[in-house]
């Protein structure tokens, strides 16, 4: 993955805490850690506005252009 030319180990999960213009991040064993190209296929459209997929909700509060939104932890997610 992309983070082990910069340094960091490839996470063994998918879970993103963080995304810049490098790729998408984790953190596992309190390290940051890069997210395998293989998760991408299991991210969703808000992400790249910079908000996380809903994990359990899959009740829509909000649709526009973008796609259908969620709520979760009191946060919009993408659906």
Do not use: M, R
Request: glycine letters at 12%; hydrophobic letters at 25%; one cysteine or more.
């Amino acid at each position: 993955c992309f983070s082990i030319n910069l340094g960091y180990k490839c996470c063994s999960g998918c879970d993103i805490v963080y995304v810049d213009q490098d790729g998408n991040w984790g953190v596992e064993n309190d390290q940051w850690c890069g997210i395998k190209n293989s998760c991408n296929a299991q991210s969703c459209w808000s992400e790249s506005l910079g908000f996380p997929c809903c994990q359990n909700t899959k009740e829509v509060y909000y649709t526009d252009n973008d796609g259908n939104w969620g709520v979760e932890n009191n946060n919009w997610c993408g659906i």
